[in-house]
């Protein structure tokens, strides 16, 4: 079985028409077959012109409707878009509350055990995988495993929530450190607000996943949509039976790419989506600035 392809937020290419004419990354693929079908109808409605000329329609209301449409679309795809870069400023913020909290593990406990900050650390750059994870839906934790000690391993693959689990786990051995005096509470409190932040992130994210888009506004945008291409190649078919074809195909293609743009935005973290998050590298990212921290401290 064929891997499906997971396309990942990409930067623009360097010419204008390599972007105008990219496949890759582009919602075209997935409007084709409406545009194709869109084309195929205004046809017919050409040749029934040739028939009944009394079917056309006057182009003039198309113009106002077109113009609330577009108003609409943008409000769709704006929506979207927002949710996406929330997403992203969310992940950004985790970075930075990581790499903050294994500096605080690592260089304020008054402790030689070496052992203990490099396993602690661990687990602040094993959480933000986990926190991938659950957004995509995977039980898999595979990714961790030469993070963890195979009984926190084991504690994890049971849990429902696993970021919650190994948040708490973290939590349990900041108090052990800070009841053995080893950390101060000054140091103490900092590391927990750290921790409490990482996992705040988790809930943002999962208040965007679990929100969707208003049911009423995909219904109305899309019943719009419908409606005006139906009509649209009546009022076309008088000013040449040749071109309206091609004319509702294009018009057809801008509505119908707006549409999906927006449903692709809705969803920052599905693999699934065009132009997803780069979860796997930003979690990559933070284990390697947590184990270059690590080797720094020894």
């Keep these: 079985m064929k891997s499906k392809k997971k396309w990942v937020n990409q930067h623009e290419y360097d010419g204008f028409l390599k972007n105008a004419l990219a496949i890759r990354g582009s919602v075209t693929p997935k409007v084709f077959k409406k545009v194709i079908t869109m084309v195929l109808y205004s046809l017919l409605v050409s040749f029934a012109y040739d028939f009944m000329p009394a079917i056309s329609l006057p182009i003039g209301p198309f113009e106002y409707a077109g113009f609330m449409m577009g108003l609409i679309l943008v409000f769709r795809v704006n929506s979207g878009y927002d949710r996406w870069w929330e997403a992203r400023k969310i992940w950004g913020n985790l970075v930075n509350q990581s790499r903050n909290l294994a500096i605080i593990v690592l260089n304020y406990p008054k402790t030689n055990n070496t052992e203990w900050k490099i396993n602690l ?77 990482i996992l705040d992130c988790q809930g943002a994210c999962e208040r965007i996943l679990k929100t969707p888009m208003p049911f009423v506004m995909a219904i109305k945008t899309r019943r719009f949509i419908f409606f005006f291409l139906l009509a649209l190649p009546f009022a076309l078919v008088d000013i040449s039976v040749l071109i309206s074809p091609v004319v509702s195909g294009l018009v057809a293609y801008a509505l119908f790419s707006l549409d999906q743009i927006g449903i692709e935005l809705q969803n920052p973290f599905s693999e699934d989506r065009l132009s997803h998050l780069p979860l796997n590298d930003i979690c990559a990212t933070i284990e390697k600035n947590i184990i270059e921290l690590q080797k720094l401290s020894n």
């Design 121 to 197: 650390t661990n687990y602040i750059a094993a959480l933000p995988w986990l926190m991938k994870s659950n957004l995509r839906g995977s039980k898999s934790i595979n990714e961790i495993k030469h993070l963890v000690s195979n009984s926190v391993f084991s504690i994890l693959e049971q849990a429902a929530h696993k970021p919650d689990v190994l948040s708490s786990i973290i939590a349990e051995e900041l108090k052990l450190s800070c009841s053995r005096e080893e950390l101060d509470s000054f140091s103490f409190m900092q590391a927990e607000e750290k921790r409490a932040h």
